[in-house]
């Protein structure tokens, strides 16, 4: 069921189907919760409430208005869409929702995402669920090309970025298989110039959550993409730090949107890890 609440100001979507445990799931950016959709083909009847939110900006759910601006020193006038605000809208879908708990994932942002939900409400995670994701946060060569693609959305709009994330974030085995990926994937890309700019600095000025790991007592899940030119399995061994233990998968012929690459696959391991839990 396709539904819309409102949190700090802003129509947000989102979709809630199926029955049994919950489990929360949250898209990368520039996509929405279609991302998802090729996963959750695959579970049907496996006893799962998929919970799929549009984040702010993304999808059918609005940017809002008076987002805070200054953050991000190498866009001074940018305004910034940080993962706390993310998370906040997070939570206020799972009180509408009467959801006391669940199970969470979250694939690039989407795991920034988790990892601030955990800072503010970790008693509302049973489980969290790692897909091309990372606790580090950007360094020098990310946050100079943050700046660059700011300045390039704002002066040439959102095409040639849209364009370019379509051809490089799933990996190339996936294309060479589909060729019609990178034309899905860029339909799905609908973002206003003002959110892509806003995201752009709200991923720049993410905090280090590496310390957050540390304290994470429940149980992970973290899969990598072996083609992924973003966030490296070697990125993502950071999880293993977590005191409530972690299992690791990398998929060799993944890029950076596995779930929707390898949707069969990613589908069996998550099912194979709620089971555990």
């Not at 006391?100 to 942002?109: P, R, T, Y």
């Not at 897909?131 to 040439?156: F, M």
Request: hydrophobic content about 45%; aromatic content about 6%; some cysteine.
């Amino acid at each position: 069921m396709s539904q819309t609440y409102r949190s700090a100001g802003a129509a947000l979507h989102y979709v809630d189907e199926g029955r049994g445990t919950p489990v929360v799931l949250l898209h990368p950016t520039p996509l929405d919760h279609h991302y998802w959709r090729p996963m959750l083909d695959e579970w049907r009847d496996a006893g799962i409430r998929a919970v799929l939110p549009d984040f702010r900006g993304h999808g059918a759910s609005e940017l809002g208005k008076n987002l805070p601006v200054g953050g991000f020193s190498r866009a001074p006038d940018a305004p910034v869409l940080a993962m706390d605000q993310l998370a906040r809208d997070v939570l206020t879908l799972l009180d509408e929702l009467s959801v006391e708990s669940a199970l969470f994932a979250g694939c690039s942002i989407g795991g920034y995402v988790l990892l601030e939900l955990w800072r503010q409400a970790p008693q509302r995670m049973r489980g969290m669920a790692f897909v091309c994701s990372k606790p580090q946060p950007d360094g020098e060569p990310a946050l100079q090309k943050r700046a660059e693609n700011i300045a390039k959305v704002r002066a040439e709009g959102v095409k040639g970025f849209f364009d370019t994330m379509a051809n490089t974030l799933p990996g190339a085995t996936s294309r060479g298989r589909r060729p019609a990926l990178a034309a899905e994937v860029r339909g799905r890309m609908v973002l206003s110039p003002e959110a892509v700019v806003a995201v752009q600095a709200g991923l720049a000025v993410r905090p280090d959550s590496v310390s957050t790991v540390s304290t994470i007592s429940v149980p992970l899940l973290s899969i990598a993409g072996g083609e992924d030119g973003s966030v490296s399995a070697a990125d993502m061994e950071a999880f293993s730090a977590a005191p409530g233990g972690c299992t690791s998968h990398v998929i060799a012929d993944a890029g950076h949107l596995a779930a929707s690459e390898q949707p069969v696959t990613v589908a069996r391991l998550f099912r194979e890890w709620i089971e555990k839990i």
